[in-house]
């Protein structure tokens, strides 16, 4: 039961936030824990854990979907590719300190971005298939809505919020990671 606790805490905290996200969308757009919960899981977790967000992401998705009118789409595909490469820097950094993990985590949030935004230029026809519309798509975005270098803004800013914060959770803030020590029994000289 407790090693089922955590992980069914944590699922039950980021589907709450999928009623809360939209929200913050208005003042904060991008702001997601997502990406940060794949980072983390791979950067701090054993791979098999990976499920985890995945599950959270794909209630999140549907409730998210559900409540504002939205259909699945394509870019479903373009975001899971975008945690992939979220989960590939994490488990990168795997066994970091902090500083590594806080700054990878950013790293990953940019990555993450330039990957939604680069779907998202290829699929919606509003985006001019070239360089123009190309930097369009990762900076100012569509007309009617808020530029997109504003959900870059929000993404790395909740990205390094959840990922400090489940540092925190994990008591890793501060401490650098303790390398194995062989259970082995060791002979003494005499």
Known sequence: MKRVLPPALLVSLLVAFSFVGP????????????PAMFFC????MSPRWLWLPLVAWLLYYT???LTQG????FQLAVVLGGFAFAAGVGSLLRGKNWVALVGGSIGAAVLFYGVTNTGSWLMLPDYPKTWTGYIQAQTVG???YPPAWAFLKGLISATALFTGLFLL????WGSSPV???????QRMRR
Not at 70 to 73: A, H, K, P, R, V
Not at 169 to 172: A, D, L, T, V
Not at 179 to 185: C, R, T
């Open 70 to 73: 939205y259909n699945w789409d």
């Open 179 to 185: 390398p194995a020590v062989s259970q082995a029994p």
């Open 41 to 44: 899981a791979a950067a701090c």
């Open 169 to 172: 959770g994990q008591r890793k």
């Open 23 to 34: 929200k913050l969308q208005e003042t904060l757009p991008g702001f997601s824990p997502m």
């Open 142 to 144: 569509l007309p009617g």
């Open 63 to 65: 409730i998210t979907n």
